[in-house]
């Protein structure tokens, strides 16, 4: 079902003004409507509709009673005609639009490249982008087609570039260690080295190299208890990451959702599936897993910390109190020295004291 038009969106949307009206001057009815509506939608959407059942029966109400013709008349118009395309040519001149040609369409894409699909490839909210930046150069909206070939080629081509970019920034010795980590055969190498760490031990594994290492370091903690094995473990993750040598500047020019979506992409994907990745995409994919998984190793190493002090500040007031109460118990007639402390104090309450409590215990 249509959306219902409100009274000012019909006032403010469908009404013609100024040269508008004039353009409607000596023309027959039936092109006079059509043309008068045209003129509208094409205003608000910066693309002619594709026929009448694009235009709201609100909306041609309320066109028709301002320019005085019957509704009927508008069913003889042909809106793929010749005179359709007159019209066209007349409403883009009066906009200052233009078609979209294929050198505003490339033009479109490196644009989009450069100043959105750096930061955003959702392709709904890119091609928003899209149209408005059309708009804004007075161009006209293309088809459906070409605008889904314009959005794709524009994040194509800002993937391409951005890991390019950055995979060239990730050293040497860095992609050789995390290459290993999805090897199909790997030997201990020198991520393991670097940990410092007993793994095998660690996870009851005899060794935890390679592919056992990366598998390591994509498990998830799970629901944490506070123990000194569970931090080891986060602890030997942490540091297996650091021992890769990532920059720690690699991903700040890269937008936080682009450098999920990578995160992403890598823990839905085996090792087998992530070796079939060209060169520059398998090192950024891998990068950008481990650098994200290096933050979220440290925030359960953080909640690990003060689940900790917790718990011993708890333990802490449990062995006062425990301890407080058994000296209380080992204390004979301490119901009459309490009493006593307290005659003592209600009867002298501005007094020090040693003046007052100490004298009423036994042996003070």
């Known amino acids: 079902m249509a959306r219902v038009l409100d009274d000012d969106e019909l006032?403010?949307?469908?009404?013609?003004?100024?040269?508008?009206?004039?353009?409607?001057?000596?023309?027959?009815?039936?092109?006079?409507?059509?043309?008068?509506?045209?003129?509208?939608?094409?205003?608000?959407?910066?693309?002619?509709?594709?026929?009448?059942?694009?235009?709201?029966?609100?909306?041609?109400?309320?066109?028709?009673?301002?320019?005085?013709?019957?509704?009927?008349?508008?069913?003889?118009?042909?809106?793929?005609?010749r005179t359709s395309k007159e019209h066209r040519k007349e409403v883009r001149k009066h906009f200052g639009f233009r078609e979209c040609s294929m050198a505003d369409s490339d033009k479109a894409a490196d644009w989009l490249a450069m100043n959105v699909c750096d930061k955003e490839r959702q392709a709904d909210r890119v091609r928003a982008e899209l149209l408005a930046h059309l708009r804004e150069d007075k161009v006209e909206q293309p088809a459906p087609d070409r605008i889904r070939r314009i959005v794709g080629k524009a994040i194509s081509q800002a993937e391409k570039t951005q890991t390019a970019l950055v995979a060239g920034r990730v050293p040497a010795e860095a992609v050789a260690r995390m290459l290993a980590l999805i090897a199909q055969s790997a030997d201990p190498g020198a991520v393991e080295d670097q940990a410092g760490t007993d793994d095998g031990a660690l996870f009851d594994a005899e060794e935890v190299t390679g592919v056992d290492l990366f598998a390591k370091i994509r498990e998830e903690p799970g629901n944490v208890s506070v123990s000194v094995k569970t931090i080891e473990k986060e602890v030997f993750k942490l540091n297996s990451i650091g021992a890769i040598g990532l920059p720690e500047d690699l991903f700040a020019d890269v937008a936080p959702k682009i450098l999920q979506g990578w995160r992403a992409r890598v823990a839905a994907e085996a090792p087998s599936h992530l070796r079939d990745h060209p060169h520059d995409i398998k090192v950024i994919l891998l990068a950008a897993y481990l650098f994200c998984r290096g933050r979220e190793i440290t925030d359960t190493l953080v909640d690990l910390l003060i689940a900790t002090v917790h718990r011993i500040n708890a333990r802490a007031e449990t062995k006062v109190t425990s301890d407080f109460v058994a000296e209380l118990k080992r204390v004979s007639g301490k119901e009459n020295i309490l009493f006593k402390m307290t005659e003592a104090a209600l009867e002298a309450p501005e007094s020090r004291v040693e003046d007052v409590i100490y004298p009423a215990v036994p042996g003070g």
């Open 11 to 81: 006032i403010g949307n469908w009404t013609l003004v100024g040269d508008e009206l004039a353009l409607l001057s000596n023309r027959r009815p039936a092109t006079k409507l059509a043309f008068a509506l045209m003129l509208r939608f094409y205003s608000l959407h910066g693309r002619f509709p594709k026929g009448r059942y694009e235009l709201p029966d609100q909306a041609i109400d309320y066109v028709a009673r301002l320019v005085k013709v019957p509704l009927a008349e508008l069913e003889s118009y042909e809106w793929d005609g």
